[in-house]
């Protein structure tokens, strides 16, 4: 079994930065993909950066340049660096994992990121 548990959400000025992270504990050998997720109110969950098991990673248009996923695999854990974040950016950030590339099998229960003066 896998449970993934994100931390690092808050409050941050347009223009800040934050860290998430996602612990997971439980089955790492059978995963192959990490992603992050977002949602914000009244719209879909939409995937903000994806990394897979030999560091691999992708990202949201949105997000190039200002996001950065890495891993760090001695600590079961993977972050989600932002930067120049923006209020479009305000939503609820999920930690995911797949135990195939094209699969998400596990979710975290979120944490709120809020982009606001």
């Known amino acids: 079994q896998v449970q993934l548990t994100e931390f690092g959400g808050g409050l941050v000025q347009p223009g800040g930065s934050l860290k998430l992270s996602c612990i997971n504990d439980?089955?790492?050998?059978?995963?192959?993909?990490m992603d992050w997720y977002r949602q914000a109110p009244g719209e879909q969950r939409e995937l903000v950066a994806s990394?897979?098991?030999?560091?691999?990673?992708n990202y949201a248009d949105s997000v190039k340049g200002r996001f950065t996923i890495s891993r760090d695999n001695a600590k079961n854990t993977v972050y989600l660096q932002m930067n120049s974040l923006k209020p479009e950016d305000t939503a609820v950030y999920y930690c995911?994992?797949?135990?195939?590339?094209?699969?998400?099998?596990?979710w975290g229960q979120g944490t709120q990121v809020t982009v606001s003066s």
């Open positions: 995911a994992a797949g135990v195939s590339i094209a699969s998400i099998d596990y």
């Open positions: 439980g089955n790492i050998f059978s995963i192959k993909t």
């Open positions: 990394i897979t098991s030999d560091s691999k990673t």
